[in-house]
């Protein structure tokens, strides 16, 4: 089990790239949260390491058909035991 915090900086905001994060992370078994902050998309994601990678992958190769990821940064962070689903702040 692993957490990543992910923010993804370019076309991300107005163009459905949280509905359609959301919507990937639930195909791959990831928990966590994505939100627009300020001029990029922060996203929370727990998971196992193979799903959380496949995730990972679609995610910043631009998640919805309008969205252009033009850069994005990966850390790692404490798990978070009490995540149950993938939500959209």
Do not use: C, W
Not at 11 to 36: D, E, K, L, M, P
Not at 59 to 82: F, L, R
């Amino acid at each position: 089990m692993e957490r990543k915090h992910i923010k993804v900086f370019g076309v991300v905001q107005g163009v459905g790239f949280r509905y359609y994060t959301q919507r990937i992370a639930q195909s791959h078994q990831i928990v966590g949260t994505v939100q627009n902050v300020e001029d990029y998309v922060e996203i929370y994601a727990q998971g196992e390491a193979d799903n959380l990678d496949h995730f990972i992958s679609e995610v910043t190769n631009g998640a919805s058909p309008a969205s252009k990821v033009d850069d994005y940064e990966i850390e790692n962070v404490e798990i978070d035991e009490s995540l149950k689903q993938f939500t959209t702040i």
